[in-house]
């Protein structure tokens, strides 16, 4: 297995632009979780989907950020328009029901100029 | 809803000495209990879990770690530092029914004296 896979690993982009984010999940996995990590706020789970329908998005911080599953092996998270708080490093986890940890993927380290 | 603290951000011990870092959880009833570890500019990997049953959990790399419920903690061990510890470490608690979202703690930063 092949394990969450995210792309791209890093993402340079300028203030204003529009940035998607990638994940995989670990096939059969039914669970995906999109996390953000920087320093002042440590490990934020920003929303979590069940089947491909998003469970509870009550981590994302504005309107600016949306995700979407549109199918059970791919996910996005888009910021429109970025900023340069936006900066962080964005993990993708996926589990089971069964499972009781969830997997995490590389990351992204996104940084906004 | 549940929550976990991390006491102490960063810690540093000698290579070979007893590694010990703290987390206590805060849930009306006791949790799934986790440890995960993050190597520099690398994903999380699980260390450990706590689910049901015994109570002294043993993971990866020689950790591990005991429930006590009595005391609300998951405290992280390992007997003999190596230099390959160095690394961030993350408890993290889910509930039991209904929810499969993890909540992380601060994390602790443990540095290893050679």
């Known amino acids: 297995d092949a394990g969450v896979i995210q792309s791209p690993r890093h993402e340079v982009t300028e203030m204003g632009q529009e940035v998607t984010l990638r994940c995989k999940p670990i096939s059969g996995h039914d669970y995906l979780f999109w996390y953000r990590q920087t320093m002042m706020r440590g490990l934020e789970l920003l929303i979590y989907f069940n089947n491909n329908v998003p469970i509870d998005d009550s981590g994302m911080p504005e309107d600016r950020f949306s995700a979407k599953m549109p199918n059970a092996s791919f996910s996005t998270l888009k910021i429109q328009p970025s900023e340069p708080r936006d900066s962080a490093v964005y993990f993708c986890?996926?589990?089971?029901?069964?499972?009781?940890?969830?997997?995490f993927g590389q990351g992204t380290r996104l940084t906004v100029v | 809803a549940q929550s976990v603290t991390q006491l102490g951000s960063h810690v540093s011990v000698s290579e070979g000495a007893l590694v010990l870092l703290r987390c206590n959880y805060s849930s009306s009833v006791p949790p799934y209990l986790f440890w995960y570890v993050q190597y520099p500019n690398q994903g999380l990997q699980l260390l450990l879990k706590y689910t049901t049953g015994a109570t002294l959990v043993k993971g990866i790399n020689g950790f591990e770690a005991e429930f006590k419920k009595s005391e609300t903690s998951f405290h992280l061990t390992k007997p003999s530092a190596h230099m390959s510890d160095a690394a961030e470490y993350f408890c993290?608690?889910?509930?039991?029914?209904?929810?499969?979202?993890?909540?992380f703690g601060t994390g602790t930063r443990l540095t290893i004296i050679p």
């Open positions: 986890a996926s589990t089971t029901g069964a499972n009781t940890e969830a997997f």
């Open positions: 993290a608690v889910r509930a039991l029914f209904g929810n499969e979202k993890l909540t």
